[in-house]
């Protein structure tokens, strides 16, 4: 699997500091607000576990898959609901966890379901952001990184469901690709 990797764009110890970071600001943010903090899987399943562990204020957690990417690293447009949440989310203060954002697809596909269903507010925290994917103009609340024109992997982004297991963020060879 590391004979994949190309270059490491963000170490492990530079993920984990800014993971704090983050934790940190969402921490004051959301006192008193009871969040509902919602994981978009499967990729933010990583970020979702550290990020929990170092925000300090009282959250309940939901989950939801939505997958656009398949096996290419080019979103197909169409963002598909694999699972949705478990608990109504009217009324809720609710954090959308995302791992990366870069069409911006999948992100204004769940922002607009959660206005339908009437939360209170809806904040994004993305770890990750390439603006130079955007085919929707939209940004984050909180952002970790943002990064060049280049496909991710590791920290729970995949390529063809390989690759999420990588503590760091890499670009793979590109002979990987063409496979
Ligand atoms: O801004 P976008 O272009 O929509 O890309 C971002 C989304 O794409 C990836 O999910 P993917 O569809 O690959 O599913 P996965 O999380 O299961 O890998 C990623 O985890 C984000 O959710
Ligand atoms: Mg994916």
Do not use: W
């Not at 009324?91 to 939360?119: F, K, M, Q």
């Not at 939209?138 to 990184?145: N, S």
């Amino acid at each position: 699997m590391q004979n994949d990797i190309q270059e490491i764009l963000i170490s492990e110890e530079e993920i984990q500091q800014r993971v704090k970071e983050l934790g940190a600001k969402l921490s004051d943010a959301y006192e008193g607000r009871n969040p509902l903090v919602i994981c978009v899987l499967k990729g933010a399943f990583i970020f979702m576990a550290d990020l929990v562990k170092v925000i300090t204020v009282p959250v309940e957690m939901d989950f939801m898959a939505v997958s656009s990417y398949g096996a290419t690293t080019k979103s197909s447009g169409v963002v598909k609901i694999i699972k949705d949440l478990d608990v109504p989310v009217d009324g809720r203060h609710v954090l959308i966890v995302e791992d990366i954002i870069d069409s911006g697809l999948t992100l204004s596909y769940l922002i607009e379901l959660l206005r339908n269903r009437n939360a209170a507010s809806i904040s994004v925290v993305t770890l990750f952001d390439k603006p130079a994917g955007r085919t929707v103009s939209l940004e984050a609340d909180y952002t970790g990184f943002v990064i060049p024109d280049e496909f991710i992997v590791g920290y729970g982004l995949d390529y063809a469901e390989k690759y999420r297991n990588l503590p760091y963020i890499g670009v793979l060879k590109p002979e990987i690709y063409s496979k």
